[in-house]
């Protein structure tokens, strides 16, 4: 019975001294740091929005260069940035780090950049017509002239008759 209410009041101390510390510390620091779009193209745009941020600050990738973090009117912790994806970035999943109030916080796969597909010619690798295309083209034609000529001169001889 003693060992249980030791433990009850070690339990309530650790939970009475651990609650404010992080409380603390977390109104200081950035934190909650969002994405959107979070899966994004190589060339687009996105925002990121980062909660306790109250002045502004910076962020970086290594899908984009460091953007500025700019305080949101009307909230007054709340900080908002645009970056642009690079163009040639690869495929996958990135990490933001957020530089905020002399403080650093990386949310870990924040976005997902997604590869492009090939467009233009409908997946084609050649321009023009090929020689097999050629071919067969030549003999389409070659059998409607002769289907045809068969045709006429069918029609040509039962009128002789």
Same mark, same amino acid.
């Given at each position: 019975m003693r060992n249980s209410r030791a433990l009850a009041v070690s339990a309530?101390?650790?939970?009475?001294l651990g609650v404010p510390a992080p409380a603390a510390v977390a109104g *200081? &620091?950035?934190a909650n740091i969002v994405a959107l779009p979070s899966v994004i193209a190589r060339? =687009?745009?996105? @925002? +990121?929005t980062v909660d306790a941020c109250p002045r502004g600050g910076a962020m970086y990738s290594d899908a984009f &260069? @460091? @953007?500025t973090l700019s305080p949101v009117n009307g909230s007054n912790r709340t900080s908002r940035g645009f970056?642009? $994806?690079y163009s040639d970035a690869r495929p996958g999943t990135y990490d933001i780090t957020v530089h905020c109030s002399g403080r650093r916080l990386t949310?870990?796969?924040?976005? @997902? +950049? $997604? =590869? =492009? #597909?090939?467009? =233009?010619?409908? !997946? /084609?690798? /050649?321009t023009g017509a090929t020689p097999t *295309? #050629?071919?067969? !083209? !030549? !003999?389409? +034609?070659? &059998?409607a002239v002769i289907g045809g000529g068969v045709f006429w001169m069918r029609r040509r001889s039962e009128n002789h008759l």
């Open positions: 309530a101390a650790a939970a009475l *200081d &620091s950035p060339g =687009g745009q996105m @925002t +990121v &260069s @460091t @953007t970056a642009t $994806i949310r870990a796969n924040a976005f @997902t +950049v $997604i =590869g =492009g #597909v090939r467009g =233009g010619l409908g !997946g /084609s690798i /050649s *295309d #050629v071919a067969i !083209g !030549g !003999g389409l +034609v070659a &059998s």
